[in-house]
């Protein structure tokens, strides 16, 4: 089966400007997360999405932040306006998700710089 | 979600067998223990997850004492291609929901 894939794999773009990760979860998997690893930091949350529906969004650092899955599919991640701190690295992971199973598929990640 | 504390990197030859243990002192009843291995410009990757006494898959053996305070993964015969950073994470199932908490992990080297 195919994994979990992302888009792009790497962006650049300047302070103010826009941007918007992609992510496709492997068939079926009704749970997608995001995570990301800024430089120098542990991977850390930012949200889950069960379906189309936000389970949590705790880790979302602000409101610059947007995360959507329409039809509980594939996801994007839009930054808006990209600050310098955003820089990092955005992995999206999907799940079955059942019981306490904590097997997660992750993507290869978007190395987002922000200059 | 329990603290967990590993080394910060270890090194090894090839075809030695590798133990890296995490400390989880403060784990709970419902709390599963889990690892990633992550090589680098890629995402994690599931290793193995267990809640007590021995799991073993193709990949690596968990080791979880009685008390559960600790836990240690053994890779057996590493090669080269097992040079990469292993995640020990401790965390609660509820409901199908399970957020990932990673440390540092243990970056670790394999040599020829």
């Known amino acids: 089966e195919a994994g979990v894939t992302q888009f792009p794999s790497h962006s650049v773009i300047e302070k103010g400007q826009t941007v918007t990760l992609r992510c496709d979860p492997i068939?079926?998997?009704?749970?997608l997360y995001w995570y990301r690893r800024v430089m120098g930091k542990e991977i850390k949350f930012l949200l889950h999405?069960?379906?189309?529906?936000?389970?949590?969004e705790s880790g979302m650092p602000n409101n610059r932040f947007l995360a959507e899955r329409t039809g509980g599919t594939y996801s994007t991640l839009k930054v808006q306006p990209a600050e310098l701190e955003d820089s990092g690295v955005y992995f999206c992971?999907?799940?079955?998700?059942?019981?306490?199973?904590?097997?997660?598929?992750f993507g290869p990640g978007t190395r987002l710089t922000v200059t | 979600l329990a603290k967990t504390t590993q080394p910060i990197s270890m090194d090894s030859y090839e075809g030695q067998e590798v133990n890296i243990t995490c400390s989880h002192n403060?784990?709970?009843?419902?709390?599963?223990i889990t690892w990633y291995q992550q090589f680098p410009s890629q995402g994690p990757r599931f290793i193995i997850q267990?809640?007590?006494t021995k799991v073993t898959n193709e990949v690596a053996s968990l080791f979880i004492p009685a008390d559960r305070k600790s836990s240690t993964l053994s890779l057996p015969r590493v090669s080269l291609s097992d040079t990469a950073v292993y995640y020990c994470?401790?965390?609660?199932?509820?409901?199908?929901?399970?957020?990932?908490?990673f440390g540092a992990g243990t970056r670790l080297a394999v040599h020829p």
């Open positions: 992971a999907s799940s079955r998700g059942t019981g306490g199973s904590y097997e997660q598929y």
């Open positions: 068939s079926g998997h009704d749970n």
């Open positions: 999405f069960v379906k189309e529906s936000k389970q949590d």
């Open positions: 403060n784990i709970a009843t419902n709390d599963y």
């Open positions: 267990g809640y007590k």
């Open positions: 994470l401790v965390g609660r199932g509820s409901g199908g929901y399970n957020k990932l908490i």
